[in-house]
């Protein structure tokens, strides 16, 4: 069976206009916190997407990725674990 490749999705929400790659990773994920209105799903989703399509090209931009998630998660936290 062959593997399903992954397909680009673009966002309702606006556009980055090359926030990704400018900001840290903490900004970013101020940015996206503001930009989506707090919601987690639709940042995790934007977030993964990036890191799906560039973990093998660009690694480190993947991380960063990793890391705005991470951080995005953690600020949208309730206090929960």
């Known amino acids: 069976m062959a593997k399903k490749r992954p397909e680009w999705k673009d966002s309702k929400y606006a556009d980055a206009e090359g926030k990704f790659k400018e900001l840290s ?5 101020n940015w996206l916190i ?6 987690k799903k639709a940042i995790v989703g934007s977030l993964n997407q990036q890191i799906v399509f ?6 480190s931009y993947a991380r960063k990725m990793k890391c705005a998630r991470n951080a995005a998660m953690k600020k949208l936290s309730d206090g929960k674990k």
């Not at 990773?25 to 994920?29: E, S, T, V």
């Open 25 to 29: 990773c903490g900004d970013l994920a």
């Open 34 to 39: 503001k930009s989506r209105k707090g919601n």
């Open 54 to 59: 560039n973990r093998r090209k660009n690694s």
